[in-house]
């Protein structure tokens, strides 16, 4: 998994930094122009989820591709996720992965919303879960329904995490 996460951080820092120097210097003049007052702490925040989108994006546009048309689908829940073995590699990173992705997902929509309810946050990972999955099949991935499932658990997790912040930020 550690290696998974570097060998994405060294392919996409370049776009990392251009974008984030745009994304700053936006930001920056537009809260000046609007003579609006910084908050250091939620400005951190929307940064890193802008960081966290363009990683997302990244993972699941570019990887794995090379070269070959592997375009389908997979509609049959938990078909496989229960093909890799228990602990092996290709479970961590095929399911564990997937469900890892998406809890940041449910932790920023959560915040940005401050919605307290989860059908929404359900409702809203699962689109983009979807969409993802679809967009996938086009650009020579395949559509697993096992993956939409793990990205909604990640989601709800996601949820549940800023659930508990929120609510001990409040005590």
Same mark, same amino acid.
């Given at each position: 998994?550690?290696? %998974? ?7 996409? #820092?370049? =776009?990392?930094?251009?974008?984030? $120097?745009? %994304? ?21 925040? =929307?940064?890193? /989820?802008?960081?966290?989108? =363009?990683?997302? /994006? ?48 449910? /932790?920023? %929509? ?9 059908? #929404?946050?359900?409702?809203? %990972?699962? *689109? ?20 939409? *499932? ?5 989601? $709800? *997790?996601?949820? /549940? ?11």
């Amino acid at each position: 998994m550690r290696n %998974t996460i570097e060998k994405i951080f060294v392919q996409i #820092w370049p =776009m990392m930094i251009i974008c984030s $120097v745009i %994304t700053i210097v936006l930001r920056v003049a537009y809260l000046i122009k609007n003579r609006q007052t910084i908050v250091f702490h939620k400005e951190i925040f =929307m940064f890193l /989820f802008i960081l966290y989108i =363009m990683s997302l /994006f990244y993972v699941v546009t570019f990887q794995d591709i090379d070269g070959k048309n592997i375009s389908g689908y997979n509609i049959i829940p938990f078909k496989e996720m229960f093909r890799y073995p228990l602990g092996s590699r290709l479970f961590f990173k095929n399911v564990i992965g997937n469900l890892l992705m998406f809890i940041p997902f449910g /932790f920023f %929509t959560s915040y940005l919303l401050r919605e307290i309810k989860l059908r #929404w946050i359900f409702i809203i %990972t699962l *689109i983009v879960s979807v969409t993802i999955e679809l967009i996938q099949t086009q650009i020579g991935r395949v559509f697993d329904i096992d993956d939409v *499932i793990l990205n909604i658990i990640g989601g $709800v *997790i996601g949820y /549940f995490l800023f659930s508990f912040v929120y609510s001990f930020n409040r005590k």
